[in-house]
């Protein structure tokens, strides 16, 4: 081999080999972070969603699998809540008009799990839901499993109830006492990015900012 042809031959090598380390070197997303008005990013690859089994609001089976090879934009409500849930909807629905007056690509799909599958059946998710956007997805199923899900958001709920007249709270997780059907919910309301691959990557706290969110996520899937 020549001098010359040697030093190029070095010379790709190295180049490949900056490349590499260039692209492995931001995996906490550092730059990304940077230009994000209104977003954290929540990129934990070592912190998996838990195998879940559930059902949409057309009763059709909801598991990981329905968050691969997409971007979602997810959040958890309850039906009975009086303000916080409608507007936390009526914005994810504000988000999705702004990505598409971008003329994003790709538009998340919106996705509400419920906190209270006991009375938020996929009938009432379905008339629910998408009076705010027809193409919301509303998603019901076992207590359980979503009480297990909703632990890698950093998600918390509790219920109260009302018992001779004083205040209990029932925590996350805790079986309301028998023969309980009248209840409201105390619940964090912060929306989440879910990306190609099934698992989150972003969030949104509250009070949500739909036109600086929609640019952010616009950069998020843009920079992914």
Known sequence: ?????LLITVAFIVSIGVSVFSVNTDTDYGAL?????????LH???KKLPDFALIDHNEQPYNNAHLKDQW???TFIYTHCPDVCPTVLMDMASIKMGLESAELKVIPELVAITFDPKRDT???LKTYVTHFDKDFIGISGDQAQIDQLIKPFGTYYERLIEVNGESIIIPNGTKLPEGVKNYSINHTAWMYLLSPDGQIFAGFPTPHKPNAIAKDIELIINNY
């Open 122 to 124: 996929p009938k009432v």
């Open 44 to 46: 934990k690859p070592d």
């Open 33 to 41: 972070k940077k230009q994000l008005k209104v977003s954290h990013i």
């Open 1 to 5: 081999m020549s001098k010359s042809t």
């Open 72 to 74: 979602t934009l997810l």
